[in-house]
Every structure is written in structure tokens, then in C-alpha cells.
Nanobody, 125 residues
Framework: QVQLVESGGGAVQSGDSLRLSCAAS????????MGWFRQVPGKERVFVGA????????READSVKGRFTISRANTKNTGYLQMNSLKPEDTAVYYC??????????????????WGQGTQVTVSS
């Protein structure tokens, strides 16, 4: 089974930018939808955005539209989450996930079967 590793998290100030990466262990990533979710302690994991296997379809949560951009580089088996204009409420652990049903771009955790370990993003005011 493919493994996913997120990186790029850290502690930043409000208004700053970060780019998260999601590196997959094998080429199956190239035929998979990739999603990003985030979770704060004591709350459910929530949808941030997703991108289809070929990059033609993207979806973002309303809370991040216009600030976050999802992309992927299939030749590198890697996906990205570019986060601009960060706010304190963006503080969370961010997870990437994949869905091998390439023609679906799901927005719920149940749509995804493989998950990374998460990376912490902390935004201070």
C-alpha cells in the first residue's frame, strides 16, 4: 500500500505563507485523487481541499478559498498545499490522503483510504 509523508509545516505569523508537501511512496499516487484535511484537538478532521488525479478538478473549503491552492506533480509523486494569508484559525495538524477512485473528488474523510501522519501548522497573531 502506498505511504504518504507530509512536510513543510511550522510556526508562522498571521499573514505569512507556507507550502505543505505530500510525498507518496509509489506511482499509484498518479492515478489517485489527493485530498488535504486538517484537525485541531478535540474536533473532527475537516476538509481543506482536493485535486483529481490529472489536476483538472480542484475543490476547496469555503474557509480557504482564495488563500489556499492545491497542486500536484505526478512525475515526482508529490502533492502540494500552498497556504497564503494564513490566519490563527488555520492552526491545525494537516493531513494529506489519497483515493484510488480517480474520477471522484471527495470532500469527506470516508472518501479517502490512505493517510499521512500529519504535519503541524501553527499561526500566531
Amino acid at each position: 500500500q502506498v505511504q504518504l509523508v507530509e512536510s513543510g509545516g511550522g510556526a508562522v505569523q498571521s499573514g505569512d505563507s507556507l507550502r505543505l508537501s505530500c510525498a507518496a511512496s509509489d506511482r499509484s499516487f498518479r492515478q489517485s485523487t489527493m485530498g488535504w484535511f486538517r484537525q485541531v484537538p478535540g474536533k473532527e478532521r475537516v476538509f481543506v481541499g482536493a485535486i483529481s488525479w490529472n489536476g483538472e478538478i480542484t475543490r476547496e473549503a469555503d474557509s480557504v478559498k482564495g488563500r489556499f491552492t492545491i497542486s500536484r506533480a505526478n512525475t515526482k509523486n508529490t502533492g502540494y498545499l500552498q497556504m497564503n494569508s494564513l490566519k490563527p484559525e488555520d492552526t491545525a495538524v494537516y493531513y494529506c490522503a489519497t483515493d484510488s477512485r480517480a474520477f471522484r473528488v471527495g470532500t469527506t474523510t470516508s472518501d479517502y483510504t490512505v493517510w499521512g501522519q500529519g504535519t503541524q501548522v501553527t499561526v500566531s497573531s
